[in-house]
């Protein structure tokens, strides 16, 4: 257990922000790499403004409307970090500015939205996946948490799977299956019971992230594995670079490192290249982010071992930690899909394959506007190994109409024995979520 007297999450996070304050020079190289600047409506020509903007909200003043803007329009793209020639994260740097920002609405009412915020979330994650899987399926990939002492012997791995990841159970599962094949033990910790916290670092409430990113970081080292691998791009940086360090300050350890799976399959790509016994004639495109360069490295490494797939690189912006952060520019968002979508089908492409869960989650609706097939890249490895598991997610997507699924989905209703109303609100606000054109924000 935590400490009582140890320093608290937010006071080692301002320890990072002093450091920041002292280092910076106000260059504004950060906001010069950032994609969403320009989109956003701010001229790279007052860079240094920006920057000298986003420092002053730092440190507790107002800040100017260009830096609260620039904060607001983080995707967490990270194309900041290698700019930075000063040992700075303009990730971090721009987070902190925003959680500032957010504090002049008041603590009540910061602490309300997070809450908000993080209730749809769960409400979302619990009723999506409780409409495709039986809860034997279920509890595979979203088990109830364990004690420490329940464990006999350490696994291997913990497989970090975040919240949402469940929404696209297929997924997951496949994971699950290429572990089982590598002779891998593991166990699967994920859901709302392991939060990293970010629901609630994204709306400024410190209080609760780093009691969530805390907790989750304990009951995370509780199997005793020497390597815990994440599946969630957002986890991997809120629990990697933010509450992990801090933990670290604060108690004067750190348990474990975190680190992506995709970058572990890599690592075993000699026990996998005998698995991939079927050939994929495909020409595959990849849905790139630019959040975690080194997941990119390790699928494109994965996928270019299966034999007869072909890796396209696409000449298109490559940027964000997934599509539901590009929702902040919903215009901007729609003009990069549709180059996407064009690029792909101009370079012949069989196969648009995302990377992350929200990607595919939004990806896939799209399926009837495009010639070639909108699916994730784990079903490719799947193919390869002769895995098959249904993707029930772009199968209720694609029906477009909340009573068709409530419908289909009537037998999983009485088995968790869910309200209809709560479901037909989930399906309407989740599920179809983005098929109407939202307006260009201010």
């Known amino acids: 257990m935590p400490d009582s007297g140890a320093l608290s999450f937010a006071d080692a996070l301002q320890r990072r922000v002093d ?3 002292d280092a910076c020079t106000r260059c504004g190289k950060c906001v010069e790499a950032c994609p969403m600047a320009e989109p956003a409506g701010l001229d790279p020509a007052n860079a240094t403004s920006i920057a000298g903007g986003i420092l002053d909200l730092l440190e507790g003043g107002a ?7 620039w904060a607001q329009v983080c995707t967490n793209s990270g194309k900041c970090i290698p700019a930075c020639e000063h ?3 303009p990730r971090l740097m721009v987070n902190m500015a925003r959680i500032a920002s957010k504090a002049k609405l008041g603590e009540a009412n910061v602490r309300r939205a997070a809450n908000q915020y993080f209730n749809a979330m769960s409400r979302g994650t619990r009723t999506i996946a409780r409409l495709q899987l039986s809860p034997d399926v279920l509890a ?6 364990r004690a420490a002492e329940d464990y006999d012997r350490a696994p291997d791995i913990v497989f970090y799977t975040g919240c949402n990841v469940i929404k696209t159970p297929h997924i997951a599962l496949l994971v699950l299956e290429v572990l089982d094949a590598l002779g891998v033990s593991y166990e699967v910790m994920g859901g709302t019971a392991t939060c990293c916290g970010i629901q609630q670092f994204k709306q400024g409430d410190l209080k609760t992230a780093g009691r969530v990113g805390y907790n989750t970081i304990e009951r ?16 991997q940086i809120q629990i990697g670079e933010v509450a992990l360090p801090a933990y670290t300050e604060s108690h004067g350890t750190m348990p474990f490192d975190l680190n992506p799976i995709t970058e572990f399959f890599a690592e075993r790509l000699d026990d996998l290249r005998p698995l991939f016994v079927h050939p994929v004639n495909k020409r595959v495109a990849l849905q790139e982010r630019s959040a975690l360069p080194g997941i990119m490295v390790a699928v494109k490494q994965i996928l270019g071992a299966i034999p007869g797939l072909e890796v396209v690189t696409l000449d298109v912006p490559v940027l ?7 929702a902040v520019l919903p215009k901007f968002k729609a003009a990069l899909r549709q180059r996407a979508f064009q690029a792909a089908a101009d370079a012949g492409v069989t196969t648009f394959a995302s990377i992350f869960h929200a990607c595919h989650r939004e990806l896939v609706s799209f399926q009837p506007d495009v010639a070639f097939e909108l699916l994730n890249f784990m079903e490719l490895i799947g193919e390869s190994m002769g895995l098959h598991i249904p993707d029930l997610y772009k199968r209720l997507s694609l029906m477009g109409d909340v009573d068709a699924v409530i419908a289909d989905s009537a037998d999983m209703i009485a088995t968790y ?3 209809l109303e709560t479901v037909r609100d989930v399906v309407a606000q989740d599920l179809f979520a983005g098929r109407t054109p939202r307006p260009q924000s201010a």
């Open 417 to 419: 024995g869910l309200d």
């Open 63 to 69: 800040g100017t409307p260009d830096a609260e803007r």
């Open 87 to 89: 040992g700075i994260n």
């Open 140 to 145: 595979r990939i979203n088990p109830p948490l």
């Open 19 to 21: 450091h920041i304050l």
């Open 320 to 326: 964000s930690t997934q599509a539901n952060h590009l």
């Open 220 to 235: 995370l080292a509780r199997p005793g594995a020497v390597r815990i691998l994440s599946w969630c791009p957002s986890c």
